[in-house]
């Protein structure tokens, strides 16, 4: 930023940007903003990933030896406390522009390299580490000898959109978000269209909610807004409660104005004057960079009473919630904000009749709200433009598991699943073969080899008889087993289930008894319990039908859609459980069975004394043997023995 | 508007606006529910009342859908009943198989549906969740272990009663209905109406019983169990008897108890008389010391209790006046004992009644003197039939005889008090007889035209007016004595409180009854009985004239005064 | 103690039921878990039923009513985790400190909290002891890390 007092900045942004229609067209305010935005700096700007994963990875660290480093060699730089760009495994990422040179981005910068990093890029040297690529500019030389970073294979095959500006400028700079092109679309929503249009507009562009259900948010919009009531209220669901998932945190750190400004459009479009960030307490650090944006939009008078002049009234409020799965459901969410129970209530009536506090409410999760302003800005047209006949847009996902490269992803819809994991992932990590994807916990579904071509669309989904879920996307190898899997989505609904109605309460609590029973061995069977393990399993099917068919939120609706997904995909596995006793990936522990190699055994007697059923024979000197039908299969054995006697069948 | 649904093929009106469930059940349709209550916002939490609505995805609940014109339902498709059987046989998966042991046996509405469902054979197999019962209360036991979570209990405590004494502790698989920190009833805020016993489904609510130590009692050469019959139990009986208008109530069970082995059987009613008579002579002195707000009836165990707990700054307006159960216990042990040369401490008194705060009422502190108790054991009216049905009696081949002096008898209003109003009334009745110049005026106490909306009266004596209200449940009088506070009147200077919906016809030791039939059939059993009475008022009863003819004040001589001052206390215990 | 809970409860000062869960983070976040005492003081403050609090205070995971351990193990149990090996950790962890998801061991010393995805999946499986991260542990790995903290403690007076 240049030596311009904040306030004349902000007079400027404010004056001469959000409120002139005029501004697109005048060439000569762009100088300007490239300094504001942070495209161009007058001295060495140094950007270290700091989100979550930036800062796990030791970006903290790093940060400080950049600090200590730049005053001990007392150079002036500016040094920004950055968002994450994506590629999580990068971390931490050091991005480095010097005046009138692209910016430079490098990876994997741990405190130790800071020095030699810095030493040679200063200098204008390019350092022999691992780097993403330069940043392409027009304004800006260019660095020889080094690729783009836009054609790295981790971006290359993405379309960023919603992406766009994480990673690349100061989360909690409300100038440079500005300069970016930010509350443009805001300020020209309220001074140009009524809330009607904009949820016509909306419609119009075909974007569905992310959050799972995949149900028109214009729609959904306009249902509040035809609503008569003295109060209604918007609601931006960034729970974000799926174990498998961090992308709505990601973006949320990285880019929190984006957030607030859709949450402003969003809560004109439905007539109302109040709207909610719920998020998850835990999450620290997007709601200090959060709050921190909204105070900084306060000041810009862009929040609050009488907006810019317009007459406008808008307050958003960080509502920090407790933690319940189930709060990403509606109308546990609203209850949860109303300091209750996160208890789901039956639909009708929908919460765009009576929601928060009975007013009409709109809720609507982060990834959904980030299109907003884009949409606005660049219109319907340009929002369909991408995507497939059905879903429009781009789709954001949390890539993990057995993958190369890992992050936070955004593709078209219509890409398919196996480009995301080979083109985009970069294929197995592992030696081991792919054998699945797993979207979400909500969706339960899996992506088997003989799918990979499906796109990522609504409706593709459907025929394939999957979901989309809310944008976990984590890729398992033959190492994982799938029967271990689903028990543990089944223990995960059953422990985050809230208790209210009979089939997810006591339905759930039912089926993971059938799956731990198919994972484990008893320790004494009996034989009425094979009798009822049998029973179980034959009722699985039914019963998870009946769950499905009855529960009274869509938690409790997807609680069997894992087991269902994995007996459909993957019933080889599921009866070599059952009627094998065996768990082929070796998962299941309790199903191994144990034998002694006498060649190795030396007879120390150290297994024999330890094992707790007593089904360890042999005398000291002489190999000692294993009577299967006592052991129980604890391996303890195993872990005792010095000589790797012990097996595992 | 009215509008037309097609249920199983079948059309059928409705009106817009209704659920889904009243419109089928009104055409008689039957819906099997467990979470719905009749008054109360559906929760749609049992999901029992699923139904298959043509062009819906998934099965609705018909408690919460309203009705849409021209939709197609199916009550009884496949999918429907598959869906209903398999949630009573997952609730029954985590249910003590104990119903031979169980006191609800025969009265389980989880019982009732897996027969109705055709459940034949155990289908989930599993863990039971471990829980503890709690006996801590002197009042209400819970077995949390028979709970289905309905929400039933849970609502009416907080939206009736406004106690919330018990609510949903922790989350999913082991949510459990339970008092705060789960430290038990005893320590809660409970008022031990017994509200939450009336609306369980199951056994997870009961009375803590006193059966057996009846029972024990009757079986002691030594001790002489003298049974308080409160009317509105004999009315009650009445009910499930299905006896016939104007036979004699008390003379049955006084007949049916002696064959028990009972040393005398009283009229609880007699003391209820003493009461109100009491009562309007407080009343008199409130109003002559011109102390602020109106008095408060005292006579409930559940609003006194609540009033300690909740509404200290209303302590000096409750009437300083002890309840029919402790009042008779008290005259039993002093008074009855002297002159018929008896050891109190060998005499246990049994109160009959329809309430379950009686029982905690009857071990309160200042209700026991040097270890002897005014009253020993309280058995509710379901205590009652067990007990009868344990000694082998049948009601029908039981000849009336007549209950035993000195109490033997009450007035019309005995009876009246059981329902909302008819304390105010005897209240006021009793005020008008020591202030009004009986030649000149006459006693008139006018219903408002809508007793939903207004319940209270004005009382004319001399040239003055008094103002004499009544409410049942605790929210009702609290909602009202807010009212008037914010409207600053003193207009009223009576206020009848029942904690129980409707008074003790809708007590929580009446017979388990859904809905408000019940109530309203006790309620007419009373008044048959007041048409034919000849002791119109507490006064008129000849052997409370007796009474007061002997202990002018009102107060019989000796140990008894300390007896019978009634004591409040502020309270402490979980808000 | 007392004038700090004095200052939470000024912050909201509107006394109204939506305050509730943001006054007992807020709490929590001083005293380290939600007593008795303090969860009566919070219903005399809010006029909310002690049970009522109680209810939904059990209904979070975050709500504590006993203190945490000296090491406070989070062990993050999401999707990722799970497929490398985060169970089995579970289950040793659970072995070695005797205690389950949410408990804190008769010593003090450490308490365990399962947690769904800390949003590090690639470095899985990871928990937090203390704030700090420890990445991609394996069985090993994690008997380790327990046994220098215990070292740590024991070199300690």
Not at chain 1, 350 to 362: A, F
Not at chain 2, 166 to 183: E, L, P, Y
Request: proline residues 4%; neutral net charge; aromatic residues 8%.
């Amino acid at each position: 930023m240049s030596s311009e007092s904040t306030q004349d900045v902000r007079n400027f942004l404010v004056d001469q940007i959000l409120l002139d229609p005029g501004r697109d067209a005048a060439v000569a305010l762009k100088k300007q903003l490239s300094y504001i935005s942070g495209d161009r700096v007058h001295k060495p700007m140094i950007y270290v990933g700091m989100a979550t994963c930036g800062r796990i990875a030791g970006a903290e660290k790093t940060f400080k030896a950049i600090k200590a480093y730049l005053s001990d060699h007392q150079i002036d730089a500016d040094l920004v406390e950055g968002g994450c760009n994506g590629f999580c495994q990068a971390e931490p990422i050091v991005d480095i522009q010097l005046p009138g040179k692209a910016r430079l981005s490098f990876s994997h910068i741990t405190d130790d390299l800071v020095q030699p990093l810095l030493d040679d890029v200063l200098n204008n040297i390019i350092p022999d580490m691992p780097a993403l690529g330069q940043y392409r500019s027009q304004l800006l030389q260019q660095w020889e000898q080094m690729p783009f970073i836009d054609e790295h294979p981790y971006f290359k095959h993405q379309h960023k959109v919603l992406l766009e500006l994480c990673g690349v400028i100061d989360p909690v700079s409300v100038s440079a978000y500005i300069a970016k092109g930010g509350y443009w679309a805001f300020t020209d929503t309220i001074s140009r269209y009524t809330p009607a249009r904009v949820c016509d507009i909306i419609e119009n562009s075909g974007l569905a909610g992310r959050g799972g259900g995949g149900y028109s948010t214009g729609k959904k919009w306009r249902l509040a807004l035809q609503t008569t009531s003295d109060q209604k209220y918007f609601v931006c669901n960034a729970v974000e409660s799926d174990p498998g998932s961090y992308m709505n945190r990601a973006i949320i750190e990285s880019n929190p104005h984006r957030l607030i400004e859709a949450l402003l459009i969003a809560t004109y479009a439905i007539g109302a004057t109040k709207a909610f960030i719920f998020i998850r307490k835990e999450f620290k650090l997007a709601i200090e960079r959060l709050e921190a944006a909204l105070e900084q939009a306060r000041a810009y008078g862009i929040t609050g009473h009488h907006i810019l002049d317009s007459g406008v009234n808008i307050e958003v409020v960080v509502k920090k919630g407790a933690r319940a799965f189930v709060c990403g459901e509606e109308t546990a969410l609203n209850s949860s904000i109303e300091g209750k129970r996160a208890m789901p209530s039956s639909k009708p009536p929908y919460p765009s009749e009576s929601g928060l506090w009975s007013k009409p409410t709109i809720v609507n999760n982060v990834e959904t709200l980030f299109n907003v302003p884009l949409i606005m800005r660049n219109g319907a047209e340009w929002f369909q433009s991408s995507g497939t006949d059905i879903s429009k847009g781009t789709k954001l996902f949390t890539l993990s598991g057995s993958v190369k490269r890992y992050g936070t992803v955004e593709v078209p819809m219509g890409t398919t699943f196996g480009d995301i994991l080979d083109k985009v992932g970069g294929g197995m990590s592992s030696d081991k073969e792919f054998k699945a994807i797993v979207l979400g916990i909500n969706s339960g579904s899996y992506i088997t080899k003989d799918i990979l071509d499906t796109q990522v669309d609504f409706d593709a989904l459907k025929n394939v008889g999957a979901a989309l879920g809310s944008g976990a996307f984590v890729v398992l190898d033959q190492g994982v087993c799938m029967v271990d899997l689903a028990r543990f989505f089944t223990a995960f609904f059953k422990k985050e289930s809230c208790g209210k109605c009979i089939p997810c309460r006591e339905g759930t609590a039912r089926m993971l008894e059938v799956m731990e029973n198919a994972t484990s061995r008893p320790s004494e069977n009996h034989s009425f319990q094979t009798l009822e393990r049998f029973k179980g399993v034959m009722q699985l099917k039914g019963l998870a039908a009946v769950i499905k068919d009855t529960s009274l939120c869509s938690l409790g609706k997807s609680s069997p859609n894992a087991i269902l997904n994995t007996l459909k995909h993957f019933k080889e596995e599921f009866d070599t459980h059952l009627f094998e006793r065996k768990c082929a990936a070796n998962v299941c522990t309790d199903l191994r069975i144990f034998s002694i190699d006498v060649e190795a055994c030396t007879g120390c007697t150290a297994c024999f004394k330890k094992c707790p059923v007593d089904a360890i024979i042999g005398s000291p000197r002489y190999p000692h043997f294993i009577v299967e039908e006592k052991c129980i299969g604890c391996g303890t054995c195993y872990d005792v023995c010095k000589f790797n006697a012990v097996l595992i069948k | 508007m009215e509008i037309q649904i097609d249920v199983n093929a079948k059309q059928i009106s409705a009106v817009e606006g209704e659920t889904l469930l009243t419109v089928l059940r009104k055409h008689g349709f039957k819906i099997p529910t467990m979470c719905h209550m009749n008054r109360f916002s559906p929760t749609g939490a049992c999901r029992l009342c699923v139904v298959e609505v043509e062009g819906k995805r998934d099965l609705i609940t018909s408690c919460s859908y309203p009705v849409e014109q021209g939709m197609k339902v199916r009550t009884n498709s496949q999918r429907v009943m598959r869906a209903r059987k398999s949630l009573v046989e997952l609730l029954l998966s985590n249910h003590p198989d104990d119903c031979l042991y169980c006191v609800r046996n025969g009265h389980c509405e989880l019982q009732w549906l897996a027969e109705e469902m055709n459940v034949k054979e155990r289908k989930y197999f599993g863990e039971k969740n471990a829980t503890y019962p709690d006996y801590s209360s002197t009042s209400v036991a819970r077995d949390p272990a028979k709970c289905v979570l309905c929400s039933r209990c849970v609502r009416i405590c907080e939206e009736v009663q406004l106690v919330t004494a018990i609510d949903f502790i922790s989350r999913g698989n082991q949510t459990k209905v339970n008092s705060a920190f789960n430290q038990g009833l005893n320590v809660s805020s409970c008022i031990h109406c017994g509200q939450c016993i009336q609306v369980c489904p199951t056994a997870a609510l009961t009375d803590i019983s006193h059966v057996e130590k009846v029972q024990a009692a009757l079986g002691n050469p030594r001790q002489k169990v003298v049974f308080l019959i409160n009317p509105g139990a004999s009315a009650s009986m009445a009910v499930e008897l299905k006896w016939k208008p104007g036979e004699n109530l008390g003379g049955r069970l006084a007949a049916a108890l002696r064959s028990c082995g009972a040393f005398r059987v009283f009229d609880m009613g007699y003391a209820t008389d003493l009461h109100i008579v009491e009562e309007a002579r407080m009343l008199a002195t409130h109003i002559r010391a011109g102390k602020p707000g109106p008095m408060l009836s005292s006579c409930c165990p559940a609003w006194v209790r609540y009033v300690e707990e909740f509404r200290s700054d209303l302590l000096d307006n409750l009437a300083p006046v002890k309840s029919s159960q402790q009042f008779l216990g008290t005259l039993v042990k002093t008074v009855y004992a002297h002159e018929n040369k008896l050891d109190a401490d060998t005499i246990f008194t049994v109160g009959v009644t329809p309430c379950v705060a009686n029982k905690y009422e009857a071990s309160r502190e200042e209700n026991t003197h040097r270890g002897i108790s005014e009253v020993d054991a309280v058995l509710t009216v379901r205590e009652l039939f067990h007990l009868l049905r344990a000694y082998g009696l049948e009601m029908k081949q039981i000849d009336e005889e007549l209950m035993d002096e000195p109490f033997a008898t009450s007035s019309a209003f005995a009876y009246k008090v059981n329902y909302t109003g008819g304390k105010a009334e005897a209240v006021a009745r009793e005020l008008f007889r020591i202030w009004a110049d009986s030649d000149k005026e006459t006693f008139k106490f006018n219903l408002p035209k809508n007793q939903a909306i207004k319940r209270e009266t004005r009382v004319k004596i001399g040239e003055r007016e008094f103002g004499f209200a009544w409410v049942s449940s605790i929210e009702e009088a609290d909602s009202y004595l807010r009212e008037i506070a914010e409207e600053g009147r003193d207009d009223i200077h009576y206020i009848e409180v029942m904690a129980c919906l409707g008074g003790c016809a809708g007590g929580g030791g009446q017979p388990i009854s859904r809905g408000f039939e019940k109530p309203l059939a006790r309620k007419r059993i009373c008044q048959d009985v007041e048409k034919g009475h000849s002791a119109k008022s507490a006064w008129e009863h000849a052997d409370i004239r007796a009474y007061y003819n002997k202990n002018k004040t009102g107060r019989p001589a000796g140990q008894a005064d300390e007896w019978l001052e009634a004591r409040f206390r502020e309270r402490t215990d979980l808000k | 103690m007392e004038s700090d809970f004095q200052q939470v409860f000024e912050q909201f000062p509107n006394k109204r039921r939506e305050d509730l869960i943001p006054l007992l983070q807020h709490i929590q976040d001083i005293h380290g878990f939600l007593s008795e005492e303090i969860i009566k003081k919070v219903g005399t403050y809010l006029d909310i039923s002690v049970n009522k609090i109680y209810g939904v205070a059990t209904f979070y995971d975050n709500f504590r009513f006993g203190p945490v351990g000296k090491y406070h193990i989070r062990l993050c149990h999401g999707t990722a985790c799970h497929v490398s090996g985060a169970g089995t950790l579970l289950k040793e962890l659970e072995k070695i400190l005797r205690i389950k998801d949410g408990e804190t061991d008769k010593q003090g010393l450490f308490s365990l909290e399962v947690v769904s995805c800390i949003g590090a999946c690639g470095l899985a499986p990871l928990l937090e002891i203390n704030e700090q991260y420890y990445t991609n542990i394996t069985l090993e790995s994690l008997k380790e890390l327990l046994v220098s903290f215990r070292e740590k403690e024991n070199l300690l007076p």
